[in-house]
């Protein structure tokens, strides 16, 4: 029997366990069908499977995808260049109508939380020149295109012909061109994935990865300290010191595109959970009132959240977007905390004795997310409007939050386009299921001269005035105040030492950027 030294033998095992990674994600992950529910946790695992014809790069500027190249035609019609001798998983070849089979499917698929059609509704007409050679076109100038095809997950059209999520649950249909295979997912516990070998881009540095699914904090930082997890994402803030103090681990971190934010049903006259100080609901909603809404705003100390609940990983905001991202506006401050001048407009709004509240939130998804909750919803009762959480997890969160359940609710936002357009289309558009607008607009804000500066940006060609369109139409919804902006959280990641990752804005944890040192 061959005998091997014992240093050799570590070595061997270290380099066999190497190729393996294990990964504990913070979020749930509701489905397996890319087209399903644009939520990040979904879109991350699907990014690793499926590609789309633009990438982002960590910082957020856009890169070649499945199409190696795009030019504007004219004022309303983009060409892509495909990458040629891309195969899907099962060997099949990819061309231009896979294109065209996922970009028609996505306003098919029903029962959508939160659908991708705010990414694809623009496109008016598709073109197939040649099986390598696609042209998009929209009835007016789109400049976003290129941006938003980043977006947009191409299934395999011979795969996924008649295909229900269900069927992409399962791994029937869940069939792309990613850096790695399906393998299986085991609902609220994990997914795993393997290397896809014929990858038409960098090979992998991992055979095999493992995302668990491990939504409480001290759990997820009990199994990366076990070795029971190689990796984890959403650090908890409160364990930031401690885990940051050890030398066996890293610690990576970025300001997020994605914002924290408070939704409110100003669109019906009656709201279901608005009610007077003994509970009765009231008849009059006074989410409707702008004074209302700005004496809550006024209530809540954003500064207090960022240092108490959120330890310091999180940056108080008054806008969409981070500074340095397309679309942010220097002018718009984060609103100061004024506990009296929020007495004073619920006066004025005919409340002197406040009412109450119901604030609706996930326990599962965002950061700290019940916490910041609680905090809230402590912050406003002090004025006068009692406030009570109901939190719960996110795949019955959102459910319900989208069918208009709920009169308040507290809600991430990441800007997959890394600009304004994103959350404004998205948030505080009018709802419009033909137009593609208003997608999650889960209040069903509507503001008519939003609309028009937004469709104005949506068709400017030239980057200097798109961005001052849309820092306009910024302005108009935070003026009215359409939404209540939060913070934008910082995105952590932590790793055993040995491997080291590239903290994005986006939020995603891609196991083929982790890399063994």
């Given at each position: 029997?061959?005998?091997?030294?014992?240093?050799?033998?570590?070595?061997?095992?270290?380099?066999?366990?190497?190729?393996?990674?294990?990964?504990?994600?913070?979020?749930?992950?509701?489905?397996?069908?890319?087209?399903?529910?644009?939520?990040?946790?979904?879109?991350?695992?699907?990014?690793?499977?499926?590609?789309?014809?633009?990438?982002?790069?960590?910082?957020?500027?856009?890169?070649?995808?499945?199409?190696?190249?795009?030019?504007?035609?004219?004022?309303?019609?983009?060409?892509?260049?495909?990458?040629?001798?891309?195969?899907?998983?099962?060997?099949?070849?990819?061309?231009?109508?896979?294109?065209?089979?996922?970009?028609?499917?996505?306003?098919?698929?029903?029962?959508?939380?939160?659908?991708?059609?705010?990414?694809?509704?623009?496109?008016?007409?598709?073109?197939?020149?040649?099986?390598?050679?696609?042209?998009?076109?929209?009835?007016?100038?789109?400049?976003?295109?290129?941006?938003?095809?980043?977006?947009?997950?191409?299934?395999?059209?011979?795969?996924?012909?008649?295909?229900?999520?269900?069927?992409?649950?399962?791994?029937?249909?869940?069939?792309?061109?990613?850096?790695?295979?399906?393998?299986?997912?085991?609902?609220?516990?994990?997914?795993?994935?393997?290397?896809?070998?014929?990858?038409?881009?960098?090979?992998?540095?991992?055979?095999?990865v493992t995302f668990r699914i491990i939504t409480s904090d001290p759990t997820r930082v009990a199994s990366l300290l076990a070795g029971e997890v190689r990796?984890?994402?959403?650090?908890?803030?409160?364990?930031?010191?401690?885990?940051?103090?050890?030398?066996?681990?890293?610690?990576?971190?970025?300001?997020?595109?994605?914002?924290?934010?408070?939704?409110?049903?100003?669109?019906?006259?009656?709201?279901?959970?608005?009610?007077?100080?003994?509970?009765?609901?009231?008849?009059?909603?006074?989410?409707?009132?702008?004074?209302?809404?700005?004496?809550?705003?006024?209530?809540?100390?954003?500064?207090?959240?960022?240092?108490?609940?959120?330890?310091?990983?999180?940056?108080?905001?008054?806008?969409?977007?981070?500074?340095?991202?397309?679309?942010?506006?220097?002018?718009?401050?984060?609103?100061?905390?004024?506990?009296?001048?929020?007495?004073?407009?619920?006066?004025?709004?005919?409340?002197?004795?406040?009412?109450?509240?119901?604030?609706?939130?996930?326990?599962?998804?965002?950061?700290?997310?019940?916490?910041?909750?609680?905090?809230?919803?402590?912050?406003?009762?002090?004025?006068?409007?009692?406030?009570?959480?109901?939190?719960?997890?996110?795949?019955?969160?959102?459910?319900?939050?989208?069918?208009?359940?709920?009169?308040?609710?507290?809600?991430?936002?990441?800007?997959?386009?890394?600009?304004?357009?994103?959350?404004?289309?998205?948030?505080?558009?009018?709802?419009?299921?033909?137009?593609?607008?208003?997608?999650?607009?889960?209040?069903?804000?509507?503001?008519?001269?939003?609309?028009?500066?937004?469709?104005?940006?949506?068709?400017?060609?030239?980057?200097?005035?798109?961005?001052?369109?849309?820092?306009?139409?910024?302005?108009?919804?935070?003026?009215?105040?359409?939404?209540?902006?939060?913070?934008?959280?910082?995105?952590?990641?932590?790793?055993?030492?040995?491997?080291?990752?590239?903290?994005?804005?986006?939020?995603?944890?891609?196991?083929?950027?982790?890399?063994?040192?």
């Amino acid at each position: 029997m061959l005998k091997f030294p014992a240093v050799a033998l570590l070595a061997l095992s270290l380099s066999v366990s190497a190729a393996d990674l294990s990964i504990a994600l913070g979020g749930d992950v509701t489905s397996m069908d890319p087209h399903f529910h644009n939520l990040t946790p979904n879109n991350n695992i699907g990014a690793h499977v499926f590609d789309t014809l633009v990438m982002k790069e960590p910082g957020g500027r856009i890169k070649p995808g499945l199409a190696e190249s795009w030019r504007a035609v004219d004022d309303t019609t983009w060409e892509f260049k495909l990458r040629k001798g891309v195969r899907f998983h099962d060997g099949s070849i990819f061309t231009a109508a896979d294109v065209v089979f996922s970009l028609d499917r996505i306003p098919l698929v029903p029962n959508s939380p939160s659908p991708f059609t705010t990414y694809t509704k623009q496109v008016s007409e598709k073109i197939v020149v040649d099986p390598w050679t696609i042209r998009l076109k929209s009835a007016a100038p789109y400049p976003q295109m290129p941006n938003d095809m980043s977006t947009v997950l191409i299934v395999s059209a011979r795969a996924a012909a008649g295909a229900t999520t269900d069927d992409f649950n399962a791994g029937k249909a869940t069939i792309g061109t990613g850096p790695f295979r399906f393998v299986r997912w085991q609902k609220g516990d994990r997914i795993e994935l393997a290397r896809n070998d014929a990858y038409w881009g960098p090979p992998a540095p991992w055979d095999k990865v493992t995302f668990r699914i491990i939504t409480s904090d001290p759990t997820r930082v009990a199994s990366l300290l076990a070795g029971e997890v190689r990796a984890i994402e959403n650090v908890p803030t409160n364990d930031l010191a401690r885990l940051g103090g050890r030398k066996d681990l890293g610690i990576y971190r970025t300001v997020s595109v994605r914002l924290m934010y408070l939704h409110m049903d100003t669109a019906r006259d009656r709201t279901p959970f608005a009610t007077d100080k003994a509970g009765k609901p009231l008849e009059k909603n006074p989410l409707r009132d702008l004074r209302v809404r700005r004496a809550m705003s006024k209530a809540i100390n954003r500064q207090a959240l960022v240092e108490r609940v959120m330890e310091g990983a999180a940056v108080a905001t008054g806008q969409l977007m981070p500074e340095k991202f397309f679309g942010y506006v220097s002018a718009l401050r984060p609103e100061p905390y004024d506990a009296e001048g929020a007495r004073k407009l619920l006066a004025e709004a005919g409340y002197p004795d406040g009412f109450g509240l119901t604030l609706h939130a996930p326990n599962n998804r965002y950061v700290n997310d019940e916490q910041i909750a609680q905090a809230i919803a402590q912050m406003l009762s002090r004025v006068g409007i009692a406030t009570k959480v109901d939190a719960m997890p996110s795949a019955v969160y959102f459910t319900r939050g989208s069918k208009q359940e709920f009169s308040f609710m507290l809600v991430g936002w990441g800007a997959e386009t890394m600009e304004a357009s994103s959350p404004l289309k998205a948030l505080l558009a009018t709802f419009n299921t033909a137009r593609g607008m208003g997608a999650a607009n889960r209040g069903r804000y509507s503001n008519a001269r939003l609309d028009a500066v937004l469709d104005q940006a949506l068709a400017t060609v030239d980057d200097a005035k798109r961005e001052r369109l849309l820092q306009q139409a910024t302005e108009i919804g935070i003026g009215d105040l359409g939404i209540l902006p939060l913070y934008h959280q910082h995105n952590l990641w932590a790793a055993r030492r040995g491997i080291t990752y590239e903290a994005r804005a986006d939020e995603r944890t891609f196991a083929h950027e982790f890399r063994p040192q």
